[in-house]
């Protein structure tokens, strides 16, 4: 079965540091990938996905198919990032369903 | 356009009852998802719809829980003798179409409250 791992429920960094959230996804084929964001009282939006390649609020993520990874990362963090993340997974020519992570929560101090 | 509606957005009820939960999609929107946020636990899949038919509906708990979807467009997802295990956010999302790319349209969700 497809699996996503965020394996830091919890990431607090400095105003102007770098983050990285992690996602590892077990799945043997070329799946489609998301990052996911839920603000404090906002409902839950998509972030980015893989197969655009874009960087959405300085985010980026690249899929590393060899490690089986999508890490989320951001050169300098706001604290307008602070929020909880989700990577997503979906398995092409399977089910439609996205699979979830358990999330990450980021605080980004001042 | 409104986006995702879902309603009632708090929901208390007693062990035993039955409760229903509403979806309105985004319209046109073909694809409409079920999923369960608990604390500690992220997003559980429940049930998707293409147009009528739930092609997968894998992800439901137990046989108390069915969901239906009519006209393409509003689901109901209903929740046989509630126990306490089933306290929990419930989020409803649309997407234009299944496959490449479709992203999710999340609703603000329906937060059950067992007691």
């Known amino acids: 079965a497809q699996r996503v791992t965020q394996p830091e429920k919890l990431l607090s960094v400095f105003k102007g540091a770098p983050v990285e959230l992690k996602c590892n996804y077990s799945?043997?084929?070329?799946?489609?990938l998301f990052w996911y964001v839920q603000y404090s009282r906002q409902r839950l939006q998509l972030l980015l996905r893989?197969?655009s390649r874009e960087s959405i609020k300085g985010f980026t993520a690249d899929l590393n198919k060899g490690e089986t990874s999508f890490h989320l990362k951001k050169p300098f963090a706001q604290e307008e990032d602070s929020a909880m993340y989700y990577c997503?997974?979906?398995?092409?020519?399977?089910?439609?369903?996205?699979?979830f992570g358990k999330g990450t929560k980021l605080t980004v101090n001042p | 356009g409104a986006g995702v509606s879902q309603s009632p957005s708090n929901k208390v009820t007693e062990k035993g009852k039955d409760v229903e939960l509403r979806c309105d999609p985004i319209?046109?929107?073909?694809?409409l998802y079920w999923y369960r946020q608990s604390l500690g636990q992220g997003l559980e899949f429940l049930i998707y719809?293409?147009?009528?038919?739930?092609?997968?509906k894998s992800g439901l708990p137990s046989d108390r829980f069915s969901a239906e979807r009519t006209g393409g467009s509003v689901s109901t997802l209903t929740i046989q003798r509630t126990q306490q295990e089933d306290s929990a956010v419930y989020l409803c999302?649309?997407?234009?179409?299944?496959?490449?790319?479709?992203?999710?349209?999340f609703g603000n969700g329906t937060r059950l409250t067992v007691t």
């Open positions: 999302a649309s997407s234009l179409a299944t496959g490449l790319g479709s992203p999710l349209h």
């Open positions: 799945y043997s084929g070329s799946p489609e």
């Open positions: 893989h197969i």
């Open positions: 997503a997974l979906r398995t092409p020519g399977g089910s439609e369903k996205l699979v």
């Open positions: 319209s046109g929107h073909t694809a």
């Open positions: 719809f293409q147009g009528n038919s739930a092609p997968d």
